[in-house]
């Protein structure tokens, strides 16, 4: 089954709010085609051309300090795009107090980021080409008992859609591909965490994901011919989905916001449909 698109009209009822933390647990994304998040005169700025030194894919914000990164202009420019992404992470939140209540007060909010370039199709390395089906995983920020959800805001003045493409389950995905991962090695990640390659010790579910990014990046057949449907994400919509468990690419556009939050498994409506409950299932045992 190929992840379903889930709109969610405006004026949604709170009672719906079930359905959609079941539709987003079973990997659904859910696009919302018109929340409201004006960008001031002085903001359209931001979308007219890029304000970011290209040294990484984004600028962004993090922590309680919320320095900002990556950015390029005058000081009071920054300050503005700073502001602005603050706003968006608060923009975020209110999403997920209105349309997922049931993550209320258990959702970190993480980095948030101001996407201004073109889907980078230089592919200047296969693991760091996105435009290839993948599941998110941090190599050096372990994510253990923890889910990945993204928040992202198409801002293209343009007209220009944010083109993705999603894949088939997590579960098919995982019964293919599991059999050709290395195994686990505890030694190898307490080294690791000890010699602060990474910022914790990597789980096994932490190892499994990045292999699990690597080879399906690695197998071009299974890009070509994987299932998989295209999707457009058009000016003004904004989109949600647990980025750990949808398999996805980024395929074009340019001028985006993203948020990301982290969920502890246990606070999930059903923690049996995370991707580490998913791994542990196919491989009969608990993830060490």
């Known amino acids: 089954m190929i992840s379903p698109i889930v709109s969610v009209p405006t004026g949604a009822p709170p009672s719906g709010a079930t359905s959609l933390v079941d539709a987003l647990e079973g990997g659904a994304v859910l696009m919302f085609p018109d929340l409201d998040f004006p960008l001031s005169p002085f903001e ?3 979308v007219e051309r890029p304000f970011a030194d290209g040294k990484a894919k984004n600028v962004n914000i993090r922590g309680e300090a919320a320095t900002l990164k990556g950015a390029a202009g005058t000081p009071e420019e920054q300050a503005a795009l700073r502001a602005l992404l603050l706003r ?66 198409n801002i ?15 579960g098919s995905m995982a019964e293919k591909f599991l059999p050709r991962l290395p195994g686990y ?16 010790r990597r789980s096994e579910y932490d190892h499994l994901m990045l292999h699990l990014h690597d080879a399906l990046k690695q197998d071009l057949d299974y890009q070509a011919k994987a299932p998989q449907q295209d999707v457009l994400f058009t000016p003004g919509q904004t989109w ?21 939050a982290y969920l502890p498994v246990a606070a999930q409506a059903d923690p049996e449909r995370s991707p580490q409950r998913i791994l542990a299932r196919k491989l009969g045992r608990p993830l060490q």
């Open 240 to 260: 949600v989905t647990f980025s750990d468990l949808v398999m996805h690419g980024a395929m074009g556009g340019r001028y985006m916001l993203e948020q990301t």
């Open 185 to 200: 090695s505890p030694l190898s990640a307490r080294l690791l965490a000890a010699l602060r390659i990474t910022k914790a």
């Open 44 to 46: 359209e700025r931001f």
């Open 156 to 170: 293209n003045r343009d007209g220009q859609p944010r083109r993705w493409r999603v894949g088939e389950d997590f």
């Open 88 to 153: 968006y992470r608060g923009f975020a939140d209110d999403l997920i107090r209105t349309h997922l209540p049931a993550y209320l007060g258990r959702v970190t909010l993480a980095g948030t980021s101001y996407r201004p370039f073109e889907v980078d199709q230089r592919k200047l390395s296969w693991r760091r080409d996105d435009t290839r089906l993948h599941v998110d995983a941090f190599p050096s920020n372990p994510i253990g008992e923890k889910r990945i959800l993204r928040i992202f805001r």
